[in-house]
């Protein structure tokens, strides 16, 4: 088969969420002999044209970068959308892609559906995460009725189901299906750690709001009452990250708080943690660096937000916290301190995600919507 991604951001501009969703399962792809084409939005000093992979090639759209942040956005939202409808569309043409499948919905599922329309090439959109938790209205709004152009619509989340439910769009066309690109040959338990006479604490991904890195920092003074030979390390960047650092040294606790910023190596740092956290306000359910996090074995404490509880069972496959930071930090402790329940969360997180959440299993299941799509 010959399937073209659509997803706004990729590597190696980008390198969270949705970007590696699509990096994973487009591997996969290649990987069982199909040809896939990623489309995504020019960058600078980045090729129009790259082909990694004798199966795969990336394509950016035409971008004429800007200066104002304010407006960056959506200048380049639109410079997508109209640079997948007009060349795209002749890319897809000339390649004799069979499939389109968009990732997120403005910032890809549009595209895909807009470029669908121009080649009457099928189309799949994924809603990520919490796409559609910001929509209130009882009715579809105006701006996402291009997803009936769509063959089919994957949700990660079931409140995304009941969601397009409610709103009368056609039960055929939604597939539910969780996120589970995990390399689980990549990310598997070290058999054997070195000894050390600390602990290590870490945090993976964006230093941002959404992804509560500020509530682990404020937890620290608890855990270090409790335990004090821990070190806790955060791995990723954001917005968040300059105030983080700012009030860590206002705390007082840098000699035990370390920024490492984008790493290659996570697997390595989280086969070395002794416990992880995933500590958004709002959701975890389709967090790329938990799912990792429990396939390397490490246990989890987990922020009980959302759909969270789907993948985390409390005291079997994590422990579950409130949003704030002496319950987080209660549960890290317990943890730390509880060498058999240590042993008993990480056992049931491997196992759990080699059965469920594998990428091979994953990439099976889109195969399959695939070749359900052209059977029509």
């Not at 910023?261 to 070395?272: A, H, P």
Request: glycine share 6%; charged share 25%; hydrophobic share 40%.
């Amino acid at each position: 088969m010959k399937i073209a991604f659509f997803v706004h951001g990729y590597l190696p501009w980008d390198v969270y969420g949705v970007p590696r969703h699509v990096e994973r399962l487009g591997g996969y792809l290649v990987e069982r002999g199909h040809q896939v084409y990623v489309i995504t939005v020019g960058r600078p000093n980045l090729p129009k044209v790259e082909k990694p992979k004798t199966n795969l090639k990336i394509y950016r759209t035409s971008y004429v970068d800007i200066h104002s942040k304010r407006f960056r956005s959506l200048w380049s939202l639109s410079f997508y959308t109209f640079g997948s409808m007009l060349e795209a569309s002749r890319l897809i043409k000339k390649e004799g892609i069979q499939i389109l499948h968009g990732h997120t919905i403005q910032y890809g599922g549009l595209q895909s559906a807009l470029v669908s329309k121009i080649t009457s090439k099928p189309c799949v959109i994924t809603i990520h995460g919490s796409g559609l938790d910001l929509y209130s209205e009882k009715k579809m709004p105006q701006r996402l009725k291009f997803l009936y152009w769509a063959d089919y619509v994957i949700c990660q989340k079931m409140s995304a189901v009941e969601k397009l439910m409610n709103w009368g769009f056609p039960k055929k066309k939604i597939i539910f299906l969780t996120e589970g690109c995990v390399d689980i040959k990549k990310f598997k338990p070290i058999e054997s750690k070195m000894p050390k006479n600390y602990s290590v604490i870490t945090f993976v991904g964006r230093m941002t709001a959404f992804k509560g890195p500020h509530i682990l920092l404020e937890a620290i003074p608890h855990i270090l009452s409790k335990n004090p030979n821990v070190v806790v390390q955060f791995v990723g960047e954001g917005e968040l990250k300059g105030y983080l650092v700012a009030k860590a040294k206002f705390m007082g606790v840098t000699n035990r708080v370390k920024f490492l910023g984008f790493r290659n190596d996570v697997n390595e740092i989280l086969r070395n943690s002794d416990v992880c956290v995933s500590l958004s306000p709002y959701e975890n359910f389709t967090d790329f660096a938990l799912l990792e996090a429990m396939a390397t074995g490490v246990p989890v404490v987990v922020t009980d937000v959302g759909e969270t509880k789907a993948i985390v069972k409390n005291e079997e496959t994590g422990l579950l916290a409130k949003c704030e930071p002496k319950d987080v930090a209660e549960k890290i402790t317990r943890i730390l301190d509880d060498k058999e329940l240590a042993q008993k969360l990480s056992r049931n997180e491997r196992e759990l995600i080699v059965n469920e959440y594998s990428l091979e299993i994953f990439g099976k299941k889109h195969e399959e919507i695939y070749r359900r799509i052209l059977q029509k």
